[in-house]
């Protein structure tokens, strides 16, 4: 049997599942959805949303690409923001990056990767921003994973920064942005501890003053 065919196996196995616990399940969840996370994560297979916080569909929505990057001119990942936030008005948006991130190793390994190595560009400026203190860690896994905790952090940033994050808060909207980073080792979440939940946790640079109004 062709290998696709166990998946779509899998799937009427699992669709029955549900069904016998909940028999309305798909019903109520085809009428609307109502999600109260974003998650902004990595495109790596190890790392899927649902599952490691055990979550059922409808109960996250999902953005993933190469090293969970935030980037501004990203239709993708900004749109999903804006949705998230202006529709869905979900309460808390989650950053969760993973040590052992290819994309953040492919960022500062001084080869070429080809087109990829435009999207990791911002992830080798963070290296060189903080050069000092990476370069102080004894292990090349230390630095690493420092680099990957950066990164988390840098994104939430990002996340906080853009308009849309910003517009919310001026409307008086509850939304927290966290920073999480996944072990690949054991399988848990470790928070950052980076909360941002108002303008008054961004640098002064950084706050739009006079968000976009509609
Ligand atoms: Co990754």
Not at 83 to 88: A, D, E, I, P, R
Not at 125 to 138: I, W
Not at 178 to 184: F, M, T
Not at 192 to 209: F, K, M, N
Request: charged share 20%.
């Amino acid at each position: 049997m062709h290998k696709l065919q166990t998946l779509l196996d899998n799937n009427i196995k699992w669709a029955d599942s549900i069904t016998q616990e909940d028999p309305e399940f798909f019903k109520r969840l085809s009428e609307a959805q109502s999600p109260e996370y974003l998650w902004i994560g990595c495109s790596d297979s190890r790392v899927p949303a649902n599952e490691i916080v055990g979550l059922l569909p409808g109960e996250i929505f999902v953005h993933r690409n190469i090293a969970n990057l935030v980037v501004h001119t990203d239709f993708n990942c900004m749109s999903v923001i804006e949705f998230s936030v202006k529709v869905l008005k979900v309460k808390h948006i989650i950053v969760c990056g993973h040590y052992g991130c290819g994309g953040v190793k492919a960022a500062v390994d001084n080869t070429s990767h080809g087109l990829i190595d435009n999207w990791l560009y911002s992830i080798k400026n963070l290296y060189y921003r903080n050069k000092y203190r990476m370069d102080s860690l004894t292990t090349e896994e230390a630095r690493h994973n420092y680099l990957c905790e950066l990164n988390v952090i840098q994104q939430v940033k990002n996340v906080a920064h853009s308009h849309v994050v910003q517009d919310a808060w001026s409307k008086g909207q509850d939304l927290t942005i966290h920073g999480w980073i996944y072990s690949l080792k054991d399988g848990l979440v470790n928070d950052l501890g980076v909360d941002i939940h108002s303008p008054e946790d961004l640098a002064d640079e950084y706050r739009v003053t006079n968000p976009v109004q509609e």
